[in-house]
């Protein structure tokens, strides 16, 4: 059903065929360049709700021109989650996805590349909306990045898992409003479980959090994919080669 391949792009950017034909590419294509652009529109307002100093009267206007907004888009909507989608590409795509989706306004949103050593960099600057202390990035959010980033490694490796643990370390505070680096690398490969390292650092290279983490494949996913073959970034099965990242 779903055919690895050796692919730049993240499972979010496509790395996976669809088993699902699209009827209309143009089309969907077109309804895309429209979702993205909403979903664009709707971060600045966040950002700006967050920021504006507007007085009372104001805010109701908007908060009610918003409401009506929202009704509008009420008008045909789903039910529950995107889920996975296929895209006007034939690829599968996780649109509504809180880290990446380009159709969530919620999502910074992250764009991870990487490569088929299942080494993963993505370039971020978070704004007022991911506050937690004071001027800096909130906990959540930056092992959020993380999780995205390092969970990227394995759906390169062909291996999409879900996090079975994730632990972050802070090293000093994530500034917000500046360039951030993420990345992350594999460490080992064992079967089904892949163990991921990684790091944010901000503009002065200094790394503001790390961490390591687990991704399984799932039973239920694990008839879909190939068997692990061991020979994904140079690693064996319960093989000890290890991924470090070159130095950027
Ligand atoms: C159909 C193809 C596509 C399917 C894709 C499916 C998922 C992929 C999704 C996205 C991938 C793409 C990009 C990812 C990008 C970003 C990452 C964000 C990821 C998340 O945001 S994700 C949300 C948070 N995440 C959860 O919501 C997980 C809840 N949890 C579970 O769903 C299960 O718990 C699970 C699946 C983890 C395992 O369950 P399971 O039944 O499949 O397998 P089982 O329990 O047998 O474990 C098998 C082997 O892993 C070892 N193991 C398990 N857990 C361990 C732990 N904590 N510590 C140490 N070892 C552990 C066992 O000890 C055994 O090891 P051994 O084989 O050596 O005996």
Redesign the pocket.
């Given at each position: 059903?779903?055919n690895r391949e050796r692919t730049r792009r993240?499972?979010?950017d496509g790395a996976?065929a669809s088993p699902f034909p699209v009827e209309d590419p143009v089309a969907l294509a077109a309804l895309e360049v429209a979702q993205s652009g909403l979903a664009a529109a709707v971060r600045a307002l966040a950002d700006a709700t967050v920021r504006t100093r507007v007085a009372a009267p104001d805010l109701a206007a908007v908060a009610e021109q918003v409401e009506t907004l929202t009704a509008r888009l009420l008008a045909e909507a789903q039910e529950g989650p995107l889920g996975?989608e296929t895209d006007s590409a034939g690829r599968?795509r996780?649109h509504g996805?809180a880290?990446?989706g380009m159709r969530n306004p919620i999502a910074p949103p992250l764009v991870v590349t990487g490569d088929e050593s299942g080494s993963t960099s993505c370039a971020l600057t978070l704004g007022a909306g991911y506050e937690g202390p004071p001027g800096y990035v909130h906990g959540g959010i930056v092992a959020a990045v993380l999780?995205?980033v390092?969970?990227?490694v394995?759906?390169h490796l062909g291996l999409?898992?879900?996090?079975?643990?994730l632990n972050t370390t802070y090293r000093r505070p994530t500034p917000l409003g500046a360039p951030l680096h993420c990345r992350g690398w594999v460490e080992r490969v064992?079967?089904?479980?892949v163990h991921a390292r990684g790091e944010i650092r901000d503009a002065q290279d200094l790394v503001t959090a790390e961490a390591e983490a687990?991704?399984?494949?799932?039973?239920?996913?694990r008839e879909?994919?190939d068997r692990p073959t061991g020979d994904a970034a140079g690693t064996a099965p319960g093989g000890e080669a290890a991924q470090e990242p070159s130095a950027s």
């Open positions: 059903m779903f993240h499972m979010t996976f996975l599968l996780d996805n880290m990446v999780d995205q390092l969970g990227s394995p759906a999409p898992g879900m996090t079975a643990y064992d079967g089904w479980k687990l991704f399984v494949v799932p039973r239920w996913a879909h994919l």
